[in-house]
């Protein structure tokens, strides 16, 4: 430790200000990552309660791969198409409409 970090470069930050700035920013990681948990989650939510609102209005349609059993929800809305392959495994649900 002696001598090593005398920076003769008085512009060079110090080994205590190098680790100050690198608390800093693990402490901001940290608080990005916490809130990015806190957006998923909420997203989670909202998703769930999409689903459960549009199946109780009847208006999700459920149906199960064939080929991998990956289960698709799609909303019965307007614009929204029924999904011709299997999100998860390509496996062709249907004939394209045209
Ligand atoms: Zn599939």
Known sequence: MRGESMAR???????KQMQALLAEMTTTLEQQNQMLRVVFAECDKLNMVMVRMLEAQGLL????CSE???KINTPLLEDIALPINCPACEHKLRDEEE
């Open 68 to 70: 991998c059993g990956f």
């Open 9 to 15: 470069d008085t512009k060079k930050p110090t080994v």
């Open 61 to 64: 349609h459920k149906e199960e």
